[in-house]
């Protein structure tokens, strides 16, 4: 009877997915609450970015 609803997120994507550098093209496997832009690139110290974001092409910095 009763709907059951799953956790909503707050504008997060979701677990999962992979951040990409948009330096070198390096990827990570991400799993954590961390966003990607916090994580650094293991090989050149870049920010990355979520793979697939719409912030992916149109990066600053
Ligand atoms: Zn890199």
Known sequence: ??????????????PGGDCVCPK???KVRHEYAEPCRQVRCP???TAMVREGSPHHETLQG
């Open 24 to 26: 070198c093209g390096k």
């Open 43 to 45: 090989d050149c110290g």
């Open 1 to 14: 009877m009763a709907f059951q609803r799953g956790p909503r997120g707050s504008g997060i994507m979701g």
